[in-house]
């Protein structure tokens, strides 16, 4: 077999960039032909939604066996399609898992975008369409870099591209656990992810966990008058509203105790940008203090997000008997969700408003996922970011989370995960007019076939030193 390469010099640089240049016009093709497959999702994988997933999955699948990998279909109940597949590695050479989904979320109206969803459209340097930044651009960005190499990368490949992450993942969530050689590889290359803004080249060491929780209280048998009972009679909707109240203190700032929180250092938003991305109300302030990135990333978060009482238009004079309400807790990247669950019912339990006690169900929980970003993949990516941009690459972390990634590093914890991709911060990923900028897409390729070069002369080097 061959042997893995020795570190790239300055005028391989140059010829792995300049054949990604030459890749672009078909890589687009290639793009556009995913784009106008509506692979929507939804959970169990329904028979309505198979025809384009299959489409989706059937296309993806030639692409790959076009760049030489042996690519194989992972069958799993109630769940789309999963494509794996390998390329073997030269001796000695590392493995890299390279990780997409080809499912999207659904589009939406149509007059809400300036192009039709399902047709890839330029505009202004960017390529417009539902999955062109999440994340088919991605799934091309592996291709590209397959063929930078002719097929034959320095490195053994390890495929996993899935079709319901968008709803949760089905069967393949728990499945690495079961066959984790299947996903066994040095590192991972999960291409979900892109710049914190454009220009900025990102990797994303930090996804936080959620866990669902859902409240009610019952305090009459039935509504009744509130001329004649309110006042004294315990009023549902006010014993959940007081509940809810005590999730925050007067800053804003989660109260719950036992909810991990600490100051973020990496890169990430500036206020005035988060507030154009999250499109806050002229005039409003922003909730909690310290710095934002220990609000949305490094910290707990507390959503409220639904309310069982009675609606406006349909409100009675009348003192309210029974509300309920759901909340959503996001958790540092490196607490346990369950944890954090148990730290939530265990405060709402005890609140108590008026003496009255909520019933309190736990939901579903998903732990978030923090990177090591001292191995030999993080430098080699970083290495790679510094070659394609000329600058050096920022960390970052999301408040969203992955699902299969904390399955993927429970099943495989000596692997290296990479977070990183072709999106960015205002590609209006789940939103009208979803878009991916032409250079992201052209510099991720270009990251991604660097890697491969890179990663594969750590370990040539590091087992010439041991020899030595």
Known sequence: M?????????????????????????????????????????????????????????????????????????????????????????????????????????????????????????????????????????????????????????????????????????????????????????????????????????????????????????????????????????????????????????NGDVAVEGLRREPWTGDGSSEEEFRTLAEVAPGLPLVGTGDLGSRVWSGPAITITGMDITPVDDALNAVNAYARAKINTRVHPAQDADEAQAAVIRHLEAVKPFGIGLTVHPGATGNGFLAETTGPAFQAARDAMRAAWGIEASYAATGGSIPLVNALQQAVPEAELLLLGTTDGYANIHAPNERVLIEEFEKAVIVEAEFLGRFAAAFAARDTTDDA
Request: no cysteine; hydrophobic share 45%; proline share 9%.
């Open 2 to 250: 061959n042997q893995a390469p020795r570190p790239q010099a300055a005028d391989q640089q140059s010829a792995i960039a300049d054949a990604v240049a030459r890749l672009m016009p078909q890589l687009r093709v290639d793009l556009a032909d995913l784009v106008a497959i509506p692979s929507v999702s939804a959970i169990d994988f329904p028979e309505e939604t198979r025809p384009a997933l299959l489409q989706a999955h059937d296309a993806i699948a030639a692409l790959f066996r076009e760049v030489g990998v042996d690519v194989s279909v992972l069958e799993l109940p109630n769940t789309a399609p999963v494509i794996v597949g390998e390329i073997p590695a030269p001796e000695g050479a590392p493995t890299v898992l390279l990780y997409g989904h080809y499912d999207v979320v659904p589009a939406g109206p149509d007059e809400e975008w300036e192009s039709p969803p399902y047709e890839l459209t330029e505009r202004d340097g960017a390529l417009f369409g539902r999955g062109s930044a999440d994340t088919k651009s991605n799934i091309v960005a592996h291709i590209g870099a397959l063929r930078v190499w002719n097929g034959k990368p320095p490195v053994g490949i390890k495929l996993v591209i899935e079709g319901q992450e968008e709803v949760g993942g089905g069967a393949l969530l728990d499945y690495p656990a079961t066959d984790p050689d299947l996903f066994r590889a040095d590192a991972m290359l999960i291409a979900d992810m892109g710049s914190v803004r454009p220009g900025v080249p990102t990797l994303t060491i930090g996804l936080r966990g959620m866990a669902l929780t859902t409240m009610e209280v019952e305090t009459l048998a039935g509504p009744k008058h509130s001329g004649q009972y309110g006042g004294a009679a315990p009023d549902a909707v006010g014993v959940l509203v007081q509940a809810l109240a005590t999730l925050h203190d007067a």
